[in-house]
């Protein structure tokens, strides 16, 4: 749970040196951690995965259980309860913050240099000692059973959540994440620790630094935090899966004037060498924002829709090209019509030169924004890691881009852009719209 002092807040907006080299260090205890040097400001950020620690990995019943222990790490550890450790954070204005994705488990830590060895001291006690007390326990599940409550009524969660289930009926992905009430209450103490030592581990962890720390002194400082980590994780027993073929639509009715629509195809793996040929054609269809066909041809054109896009979503064991319209009720059919129109010509047809060009353009020119922080380049360290990038990987990366030709979007565009095929879920109640898969 994120708590960060103003005063850090202030701190994080000097730039960091985002041209340092990228430096891959090993621990004496064996941990492996890439870093980029930034000693002339006096801040640390460090980003911490753990494969096989997401929310996939909960067990059928205990739904919500890597997200529930993502609120209860830094409520307390060790020798101290919750209010004590929440006190030492704020008093050095050390942020530490926990997430659980699908895949992964992550971990954030910002510090001032000065405070780095109270912060990893304190990062490693809530990796291996978390206290899990009943008050601070039954404080945050009731904020996870509010939230439930919560999105059970709001009409783009209600649409996330259906969309998954469609499109992953047999697998952990299609199950909700932060869980369900059910499975919320049925989590206890003993399913706590025992997430924290078994998907907790040295073998599954890795790690970034970015900032004001020398390789030998970060080695070890991450022995002290994580050397006390079970060794090994225990393996996942899950397997790779796909999308169903043939398409279909869902409507869930619920009296609102405008209408929530999630849909999506099957994807493409990150590591596939079609990746930077289909995040291209991406940009061109969806993800490009007020210049992306859809956005032109649902919403500037025809006044169809309020917002309309795309977006690629590479899973470590399945991949999902992912998209969203809102509209009013009484035009729903229609924009649904030209999304499918929008797809089919794209596929048939491919992209211009001047498509091309721009998009060129833009994501390799845009690609500094997001190294403007010492937090953000940690994350991109991260990523690059998870998918097996290589440690030269932003050296490479506009060659990547800039070799994709227009026969290479084309291609991957008929490769993925199958229009029988998209799953998509309605959460209003739209006008015009045969379905004999609907919920109420």
């Known amino acids: 749970m994120l708590r960060i002092a103003a005063a850090f807040c202030v701190l ?35 980003e911490l995965a753990f494969r096989g620690g997401g929310s996939a990995s909960d067990p059928a019943g205990r739904e919500g259980l890597a997200n529930l222990v993502s609120g209860l790490l830094d409520e307390g550890a060790g020798e101290m309860k919750a209010l004590a450790f929440q006190k030492r954070l704020e ?15 992550r971990v954030s830590l910002r510090t001032l240099s000065k405070h780095r060895d109270e912060a990893f001291r304190m990062l490693g006690l809530a990796l291996t ?52 009430k059910e499975s919320v209450k049925a989590i206890d103490r003993e399913g706590l620790k025992d997430f924290v030592s078994t998907r907790l581990a040295r073998d599954n962890v ?39 073929s043939g398409g279909s639509l869902t409507v869930v009715r619920k009296a609102i004037p ?14 596939d ?27 500037e054109k025809r006044g169809l829709a309020y917002s309309v896009y795309t977006y690629l979503y590479p899973y470590q064991y399945a991949a999902a090209y992912l ?36 998009a060129k353009t833009f994501l390799n020119g845009s ?27 932003l050296e490479k990366r506009s060659g990547y881009i800039a070799a994709v030709s227009a026969g290479d979007v084309r291609r991957v565009a008929k490769r993925l852009l199958r229009s029988d095929d998209l799953i998509v879920v309605v959460v209003g109640d739209p006008a015009g719209l045969e379905t004999g898969d609907s919920a109420d």
């Open 12 to 46: 994080l907006l000097a730039l960091p040196a985002a041209a340092a080299p990228i430096q891959k260090l090993q621990t004496p205890g064996g941990l492996e951690a890439w870093l980029v040097g930034e000693p002339s400001i006096p801040i640390l950020a460090l």
């Open 91 to 105: 008093e050095l204005a050390i942020s530490l913050n926990f997430d659980s994705g699908k895949d992964t488990f």
């Open 129 to 180: 000692a978390a206290r899990f007390d009943t008050e601070p326990l039954e404080r945050v599940r009731n904020q996870v059973l509010a939230g439930i409550e919560r999105r059970a009524e709001d009409p783009d969660s209600i649409a996330g959540r259906t969309w998954f289930a469609k499109a992953f009926p047999d697998h952990p992905y299609g199950r909700p994440g932060s869980g369900t």
């Open 206 to 244: 890795l790690v970034a630094a970015v900032g004001d720390i020398a390789p030998k002194e970060l080695a070890r400082l991450l022995d002290l935090a994580l050397g006390d980590l079970p060794k090994r994780a225990t393996a996942l027993e899950l397997r790779p899966t796909k999308l169903p």
């Open 258 to 271: 405008q209408s929530v629509v999630s849909f999506g195809l099957p994807g493409i793996m990150r590591q």
């Open 273 to 299: 060498p079609d990746w930077y040929a289909a995040y291209v054609m991406n940009y061109v269809l969806g993800g490009g924002g007020f210049t992306s066909r859809l956005y032109q041809e649902v919403r």
């Open 323 to 358: 998209g969203g319209v809102a509209t009013a009720n009484a035009r729903v059919a229609d924009s649904l019509a030209l999304v499918r129109s929008e797809l089919d010509r794209l596929a048939g047809q491919g992209i211009s030169d001047q498509e091309l060009a721009d």
């Open 367 to 393: 690609f500094p924004l997001r190294l403007d922080s010492n937090s953000k380049i940690a994350g991109i360290l991260i990523s690059m890691q998870l998918y097996r990038l290589g440690i030269d990987y």
